[in-house]
């Protein structure tokens, strides 16, 4: 090699040397491109890493065309693409790509990945959910663990004496029985996420199930790795291990989680966490990883204890997870996955010895006993058929944790390459099918069906009208009060709000809903819960024996929430449900903020319902008083026909009660509308009738009624321009697909379809009015 006309630093001139061929061990000569690419790490870690994950897109674009729409399934696949089943038994892409010299480091990367993972895991994970379990989630969390554990034992047992195993086959035996029996909280926490169940009556089940299920698992692995160190070495080992473990979870709970407080109430209100703070948790998690290798427990033990000490939620929780998971998730898990299973060897599974055999009879017997251990509590409660299905099923899936059990055993020679196989087998069968069969078996979305009557319409006299308020952020507050306040509430007809404040889920994985009247003390100090319970506690004291205001909070992932509201509208009979618009407003009608997560929300409130629901763009409330009106706060119904148009009208018919309020509803006819044929013309013409005489005769407000013939959309708009400004509120139907001659050509302009198009019409910018606007849709039957 002629290295002396290279000048500089050792480094710069390696890579300028000149290097001969190479014979790989089948004697097949290597180019000189990939001997000197085998021989510079990191350029070499680059191709791994584009081929790993290149592997890993395709393979979920294909699989999702299938409905196999889990991650995991996806970076099992694409592990077996890489393997020696695919492109790793191509002998020449294995010499070039994945000699064995990088290997370790590819798997130190790996491992890595997974240690992190698990560290979030346990930062997402709510301990407090132990104490709200109830007796359902208990049981079927035990249950889950302790009856496949026990006949999958017994069974071993059987076959041990028939076939004859030795110890150490039946330890192996031991260890896979124990960790397929298990259910581990982080693999049900990201299934019910992709299958986006997180927040459904069944996910919180699972939720719970699985913590509880955790925490024996937890228990009985960290007593099989003591049992084998035992077995191994000696007992007084063992013993000096578990005081080393008892001193650890002492320091954690005693001297850690109290640390982490401190950094809490070091972190002013609104303000980031110092980095500072972060960098001494991230050494305090490798660190731990060293601790746990030392006292022969998995490299994982340390740093899932210490993420379990870390206060979930903001501040610190979700600064944690919100630097980390996007890399670990997105990267580093991944590629753990990948070349776990490329290391898998299908072929080698041989059901001819007795050891393989044995494991396979044995996983069998434990894959039916935990299905069947996770239906009789739900069916001794009399949970329907399918429901109790789908919780049997997503309590028996398999996923990271298991696998990467089995891959730290295998590395450990604890288990042999047969039984390592067949168990990757068995969880990419499991992984596979169990998301199929939930989706077929369970749609939260069922419950809603319109089967009774519960909206505006149909709401009977002098009773208490429910309304639901849905508030994302501060400015939403005075909105939707002064909303309630002029839906007109007396004694003779009260006013019952459910106030459902939103936050999303950032820092743990277990939704929580909390119901401020059976919890006084407020989620957090931290946040704005208070100054929501005291605005609306302070609306209710000026409305004594009129109106009745409960508060919630429900913290989920912001594509869920529809989850909690449409849940809690139909535990509480509700009749019409209100939800912010997306944009906010500035004064001088520009936008100031754009939330295209709370449109999509929105979107999903509209067409799953169990009732009416209305969309609030609020623009400010500007008082005004006409020359022909004195009243400070006046409303227009644009009324076109339709049920939603109908549902908007008694809104506002409702609304005129009140004195102060005054209103205008102004019918748009189409010219040439022939005369009243169909059964929807003759209800809009009833409603207009008693609306006209009734309400007028009252006089408990001022009500206009304005008749205005156009002939297209051209002219609606323009007529809409001209009223815009004259008004407080303006109401209108929904009317989605409804085809009007008076809209025609306006579909075409339309932004925002969850409004209808007078809805986005009256929102747009291009009116720039100060006139806030409520679009009502009726509750759609199913």
Same mark, same amino acid.
């Given at each position: 090699m002629n290295s002396s006309s290279i000048d500089g630093p050792s480094a710069s001139r390696e890579i300028c040397i000149s290097l001969p061929p190479r014979v790989n061990s089948n004697g097949v000569w290597i180019s000189n491109a990939a001997s000197s690419l085998t021989n510079f790490s990191l350029p070499l870690l680059e191709m791994q890493l584009i081929f790993v994950f290149a592997s890993n897109i395709v393979s979920h674009l294909i699989l999702n065309s299938f409905g196999l729409i889990t991650k995991f399934v996806s970076q099992m696949t694409a592990g077996i693409l890489m393997g020696p089943h695919a492109f790793g038994g191509m002998k020449s892409f294995g010499e070039l790509l994945f000699p064995l010299v990088s290997q370790e480091m590819l798997n130190t990367i790996a491992m890595l990945g997974y240690t992190l993972f698990l560290f979030l895991s346990g930062v997402k994970m709510d301990m407090g959910i132990i104490f709200r379990t109830g007796r359902k989630a208990m049981y079927t969390g035990a249950l889950s663990?302790?009856?496949p554990l026990l006949l999958g034992m017994g069974t071993l047992q059987l076959l041990g004496n028939r076939w004859g195993l030795r110890g150490a086959e039946k330890l192996e035996l031991v260890f896979a029985t124990t960790t397929h029996s298990m259910t581990p909280f982080p693999v049900i926490a990201c299934l019910l996420s992709e299958l986006n169940i997180l927040n459904s009556e069944l996910g919180r089940l699972g939720l719970s199930a699985a913590i509880v299920s955790d925490l024996f698992s937890g228990f009985l692995t960290s007593v099989f790795t003591l049992a084998k160190v035992a077995y191994d070495h000696s007992a007084r080992r063992a013993f000096m291990d578990f005081g080393i473990i008892v001193v650890y979870l002492a320091v954690v709970v005693l001297v850690a989680r109290p640390a982490m407080y401190w950094m809490v109430r070091q972190t002013p209100e609104g303000r980031p966490v110092?980095?500072?703070y972060i960098y001494i948790i991230i050494l305090a998690v490798l660190g731990s990883a060293l601790l746990s290798v030392w006292f022969d427990q998995l490299i994982v033990f340390g740093p899932f204890v210490l993420g379990l000490a870390v206060p979930d939620g903001p501040p610190l929780g979700s600064t944690l997870v919100y630097k980390l998971d996007s890399m670990v998730s997105g990267a580093l898990l991944p590629l753990f996955v990948i070349t776990t299973m490329m290391r898998v060897n299908f072929s080698g599974i $041989?059901? $001819?010895?007795?050891l393989a055999m044995a494991h396979a009879i044995a996983m069998l017997v434990v894959i039916v006993a935990k299905f069947a251990a996770c239906l009789v509590p739900p069916l001794y409660s009399s949970m329907p058929m399918n429901d109790a299905l789908t919780l049997a099923l997503i309590m028996s899936c398999k996923g990271v944790v298991?696998? /990467? $059990?089995?891959?730290? /055993?295998?590395?450990?020679? $604890?288990i042999d390459e047969k039984i390592f196989s067949l168990a990757m087998l068995t969880i990419l069968v499991t992984a596979s099918t169990v998301p199929i069969l939930i989706r077929r078996l369970y749609d939260p979305s069922r419950k809603y069906a319109g089967y009774q009557k519960r909206n505006l319409i149909h709401h009977k006299p002098n009773t208490e009208l429910r309304i639901l308020s849905c508030i994302h952020r501060p400015d939403n507050i005075p909105a939707v009060i002064n909303l309630l306040e002029h839906i007109s509430p007396t004694r003779e007809n009260p006013l019952a709000v459910y106030v459902l404040h939103l936050i999303e889920l950032i820092g743990? /994985?277990?939704?929580?809903?909390?119901?401020h009247q059976m919890q006084k003390k407020t989620l957090s100090n931290r946040s704005y819960s208070q100054d929501l319970i005291l605005s609306f506690s302070h609306f209710q004291r000026n409305n004594q024996e009129a109106i009745v205001v409960n508060v919630f909070t429900a913290i989920s992932p912001s594509k869920l929430m529809y989850e909690d509201i449409c849940t809690l509208a139909l535990d509480k009979l509700t009749s019409l449900i209100v939800i912010p618009f997306?944009?906010?407003y500035s004064i001088d009608g520009s936008i100031e903020l754009e939330d295209n997560t709370l449109r999509t929300l929105n979107c999903s409130v509209l067409d799953r319902a169990p009732c009416s629901v209305a969309i609030l763009v609020n623009r400010g409330h500007i008082r005004r008083s006409t020359p022909s009106v004195l009243a400070s706060y006046s409303i227009a119904m644009i009324f076109l026909g339709g049920n939603d148009d109908r549902e908007a009208l008694t809104l506002a018919g409702r609304m005129v009660k009140d004195s102060s309020v005054s209103l205008t509803v102004v019918r748009l006819i189409a010219e040439g509308e022939e005369s009243i044929t169909d059964w929807n013309k003759m209800l809009d013409s009833e409603i207009l009738k008693n609306f006209k005489y009734h309400s007028t005769a009252d006089h408990e407000?001022?009500?206009?009624?304005?008749e205005e013939v156009l002939k297209d959309g051209t002219?609606? /708009?323009t007529k809409l321009r001209e009223l815009i400004d004259d008004y407080d509120l303006c109401i209108v139907g929904r009317r989605y697909n409804v085809e009007s001659p008076l809209t025609t050509g306006l579909e075409e302009w339309s932004e925002f379809p969850e409004l209808g198009v007078m809805g986005d019409m009256l929102a747009s910018t291009d009116f720039n009015g100060r006139c806030s606007v409520l679009v009502v849709q009726q509750q759609m039957t199913m």
């Open positions: 663990l302790l009856m110092r980095d500072l $041989n059901l $001819n010895s007795d298991e696998m /990467a $059990n089995y891959s730290i /055993a295998r590395g450990q020679n $604890n743990r /994985a277990s939704p929580v809903f909390i119901s997306h944009r906010k407000g001022c009500v206009m009624y304005i002219e609606t /708009a």
